[in-house]
């Protein structure tokens, strides 16, 4: 776990360098240094910082938690953190001068280390310091495929399926005998027979080696599912995610204040955006388009123009090049693309004006993609459930892969969100959206 450890000490150390500049406060620790900040505060803190995230298993030699469970406990650390440094504050006075400030150095860290720590899996680097631990899948097809389809997509999980088998406990204590795994994973527990469980989670249990079970809840994650221990029976409770209440009112407001700030940021580069498309083609620098949003209600979206203004009258001659497996329409060259909007769209400037639907409380900034009317004619009927939330500007689909999805992933990913929704999660894909904007995976 050292390339974990040198993430988040390089987090740590750019959070401080700059709350240096933007928090403008006196020393966050030490007594006595009034106006200066010194590297040994720094290195005290980060020691501090790197204990606490170690007491919530970070650094455990199984792996790295998944992204969403990372960012959980990693803000547990910095509530620890705060209350540990104010506590030794409070009993060495002489010597300790805590301020609350340093609460915004320790959250700072959690998101540059989020950041630095995709960037490491993307690049290789992570995941080549790390050992991928050895999986015995015990269950059959599609529950096994699934999961390690699911596996090999996140390897940030740290396991690797390395064999899959169907069969009862003693198939599996033969497995075990004729090569080493690290973990045995189970995802149909009911295949092993009544009391098969028990006996092969004593069996493991001597034999030094992990099991997981994995419910046949594999679509559900996140806040739709609870522990719910009846009567000392273990179950899982799925749950619906909450369509109305606080959280939602916590969303809608985010949406508007931070949607105006982007625009307040970002309207220089709209600006020239604007002038280059209608400097370079004839026709109307804004496209409009009628989606479909919330309830299943149309709307009027807005994009920067990136194609030709005959483009739909190009549409039919081009059908049979299509290249997506589902009711949308994708070429990864369309002709009809301007070579501004090619820029455009690769940095995914196109989508700015979207920021206006989303003060007109339109569209969320995190939400499904919005689909056009005549893709909703085709959907089956599941799918309409994606109109429970707002359309959004980014989602689960922009940061997997965009146009390189297939029409099941894209849909699958859409309906995750739906049915996991929570603001947490939110913010877990707008951090990976400044990823997958930079490395323009998709973007066509």
Same mark, same amino acid.
């Given at each position: 776990?050292?390339?974990?450890?040198?993430?988040?000490?390089?987090?740590?150390?750019?959070?401080?360098?700059?709350?240096?500049?933007?928090?403008?406060?006196?020393?966050?620790?030490?007594?006595?240094?009034?106006?200066?900040?010194?590297?040994?505060?720094?290195?005290?803190?980060?020691?501090?910082?790197?204990?606490?995230?170690?007491?919530?298993?970070? *650094?455990?030699?199984?792996?790295? $938690?998944?992204?969403?469970?990372?960012?959980?406990?990693?803000?547990?650390?910095? $509530?620890?953190?705060?209350?540990?440094?104010?506590?030794?504050?409070? !009993?060495?006075?002489?010597? !300790?001068?805590?301020?609350?400030?340093?609460?915004?150095?320790?959250?700072?860290?959690?998101?540059?280390? *989020?950041?630095?720590?995709?960037?490491?899996?993307?690049?290789?680097?992570?995941?080549?310091?790390?050992?991928?631990?050895?999986?015995?899948?015990?269950?059959?097809?599609?529950?096994?495929?699934?999961?390690?389809?699911?596996? =090999?997509?996140?390897?940030?999980?740290?396991? &690797?399926?390395?064999?899959?088998? &169907?069969?009862?406990?003693?198939?599996? !204590?033969?497995?075990?005998?004729?090569?080493?795994?690290?973990?045995?994973?189970?995802?149909?527990?009911?295949?092993?027979?009544?009391?098969?469980?028990?006996?092969?989670?004593?069996?493991?249990?001597?034999?030094?080696?992990?099991?997981?079970?994995?419910?046949?809840?594999?679509?559900?994650?996140?806040?739709?599912?609870?522990?719910?221990?009846?009567?000392?029976?273990?179950?899982?409770?799925?749950?619906?995610?909450?369509?109305?209440?606080?959280?939602?009112?916590?969303?809608?407001?985010?949406? /508007?204040?931070?949607?105006?700030?982007?625009?307040?940021?970002?309207?220089?580069?709209?600006?020239?955006?604007?002038?280059?498309?209608?400097?370079?083609?004839?026709?109307?620098?804004? $496209?409009?388009?009628?989606?479909?949003?919330?309830?299943?209600?149309?709307?009027?979206?807005?994009?920067?123009?990136?194609?030709?203004?005959?483009?739909?009258?190009?549409?039919?001659?081009?059908?049979?090049?299509?290249?997506?497996?589902?009711?949308?329409?994708?070429?990864? /060259?369309?002709? /009809?693309?301007?070579?501004?909007?090619?820029?455009?769209?690769?940095?995914?400037? =196109?989508?700015?004006?979207?920021? $206006?639907?989303?003060?007109?409380?339109?569209?969320?900034?995190?939400?499904?993609?919005?689909?056009?009317?005549?893709?909703?004619?085709?959907?089956?009927?599941? !799918?309409?459930?994606?109109?429970?939330?707002?359309?959004?500007?980014?989602?689960?689909?922009?940061?997997?892969?965009?146009?390189?999805?297939?029409?099941?992933?894209?849909?699958?990913?859409?309906?995750? *969100?739906?049915?996991?929704?929570?603001?947490?999660? =939110?913010?877990?894909?707008?951090?990976?959206?400044?990823?997958?904007?930079?490395?323009?995976?998709?973007?066509?």
């Amino acid at each position: 776990m050292l390339s974990v450890v040198l993430i988040d000490a390089s987090a740590f150390a750019i959070s401080w360098s700059l709350g240096l500049g933007v928090l403008g406060a006196p020393s966050l620790l030490l007594a006595g240094r009034l106006h200066s900040r010194t590297l040994e505060e720094m290195v005290v803190l980060l020691l501090v910082w790197l204990l606490v995230l170690g007491s919530t298993g970070r *650094y455990h030699p199984r792996g790295p $938690f998944p992204a969403h469970a990372m960012v959980r406990k990693a803000l547990g650390a910095c $509530f620890r953190l705060v209350a540990l440094l104010a506590l030794a504050a409070a !009993l060495w006075p002489g010597h !300790l001068s805590f301020r609350p400030a340093i609460a915004a150095v320790a959250v700072g860290a959690v998101a540059i280390g *989020y950041v630095l720590e995709g960037a490491a899996r993307r690049s290789g680097w992570a995941a080549a310091s790390s050992r991928r631990r050895r999986l015995l899948l015990v269950g059959g097809d599609p529950a096994s495929q699934q999961l390690a389809e699911h596996l =090999d997509r996140h390897p940030e999980c740290g396991l &690797t399926v390395a064999r899959s088998l &169907t069969g009862e406990a003693d198939d599996v !204590l033969a497995a075990l005998a004729e090569q080493p795994y690290d973990v045995v994973g189970v995802v149909e527990p009911g295949a092993l027979g009544p009391h098969g469980l028990r006996r092969l989670r004593w069996d493991l249990q001597r034999l030094g080696i992990e099991m997981i079970v994995v419910p046949d809840v594999a679509d559900i994650a996140g806040p739709g599912l609870r522990a719910l221990p009846l009567g000392g029976i273990p179950a899982v409770q799925v749950t619906r995610p909450p369509q109305a209440g606080l959280a939602r009112a916590v969303k809608e407001i985010g949406d /508007r204040l931070m949607a105006a700030a982007a625009l307040l940021v970002t309207s220089p580069i709209l600006l020239a955006a604007l002038l280059a498309v209608k400097a370079t083609s004839r026709g109307p620098a804004l $496209f409009r388009q009628t989606r479909i949003g919330l309830g299943g209600k149309p709307f009027t979206m807005y994009k920067l123009r990136t194609m030709v203004v005959e483009a739909e009258k190009l549409l039919v001659d081009l059908v049979q090049s299509n290249e997506s497996d589902g009711v949308l329409f994708k070429i990864h /060259r369309d002709p /009809r693309v301007t070579s501004v909007g090619r820029w455009l769209r690769r940095l995914s400037l =196109d989508e700015l004006p979207q920021l $206006f639907n989303v003060l007109a409380g339109q569209m969320s900034l995190v939400g499904p993609r919005p689909p056009l009317p005549g893709e909703v004619a085709r959907y089956p009927e599941d !799918l309409h459930r994606r109109f429970l939330v707002k359309p959004g500007i980014t989602g689960l689909w922009q940061v997997s892969g965009r146009a390189t999805l297939s029409w099941d992933e894209s849909m699958r990913l859409d309906l995750d *969100y739906v049915d996991n929704w929570s603001l947490t999660f =939110d913010a877990l894909i707008l951090a990976k959206t400044f990823g997958a904007v930079v490395s323009g995976r998709g973007a066509y």
